[in-house]
């Protein structure tokens, strides 16, 4: 079964300000991580992804962040855009080299 | 370079038929992936493919199948189909395998009445 899911269903953020998606995961022997973006109609947009041998992970616009020891992968946004406005997954891949996706982060970005 | 495509974009079957869905990776891709994505379980992984070889699966039953041809495009086998097959499946491609980062089609949303 998934492993993996976010600790909000949904997150409203000011258009300007940060956002902050998380992500709890359970596989200690999970090795990889990415984070993905779907909007309505889509599939999912890679976002960016890190290794476990990895805390920290910067992309244009957005950070990755994991810390192992408590099992948590978040998705930094700056300076959140209305064209972030997205379901927000983040995956994991344990040993057995499969994909568990969480249940998805609805992110609605205020005017 | 194009994305990865998927066709038909959207079918309508009858339960007990069977479905074929393509998916044409990203040129270059040697990996291709598909998912099942439903409101009620999300997206769940239903095999890899690379090389033209199956290298995972995931906990989906024997009515579900798979192949990948020399030029990596891939194609999914439904049989039997029953109403709660109906989602939209996802198909994704990568250069490397066990599933790295991995692009993804805009799916082919499939209704089984």
């Known amino acids: 079964g998934e492993s993996v899911g976010l600790h909000l269903p949904t997150l409203s953020v000011q258009e300007g300000d940060n956002s902050i998606i998380n992500c709890a995961y359970s596989?200690?022997?999970?090795?990889?991580f990415i984070w993905y973006k779907q909007e309505s109609g889509k599939g999912p947009q890679f976002i960016i992804d890190?290794?476990?041998?990895?805390d920290k992970r910067q992309g244009q616009r957005v950070t990755v962040l994991l810390n192992k020891t408590v099992k948590h992968l978040s998705l930094q946004i700056a300076a959140t855009q209305p064209g972030d406005s997205a379901v927000y997954f983040c995956a994991e891949r344990a040993d057995d080299y499969k994909l568990s996706f969480g249940a998805g982060t609805t992110v609605t970005v205020r005017a | 370079k194009a994305g990865v495509t998927q066709t038909p974009r959207y079918l309508i079957k009858t339960r007990g038929q069977q479905v074929t869905l393509s998916c044409s990776p990203i040129?270059?891709?040697?990996?291709v992936s598909w998912y099942q994505q439903t409101p009620g379980q999300g997206l769940q992984f239903l095999f890899e493919y690379f090389s033209e070889t199956q290298r995972n699966k995931g906990n989906f039953p024997g009515r579900f199948s798979g192949r990948q041809f020399s030029n990596s495009r891939s194609e999914m086998n439904v049989s039997t189909l029953e109403l709660g097959d109906s989602a939209l499946y996802l198909c994704?491609?990568?250069?490397?395998?066990?599933?790295?980062?991995?692009?993804f089609g805009p799916g082919t949303r499939l209704l089984v009445l």
């Open positions: 890190i290794r476990s041998n990895m």
């Open positions: 994704a491609s990568s250069l490397y395998e066990n599933q790295e980062t991995q692009y």
């Open positions: 040129s270059g891709h040697r990996s």
């Open positions: 596989n200690s022997a999970s090795d990889y």
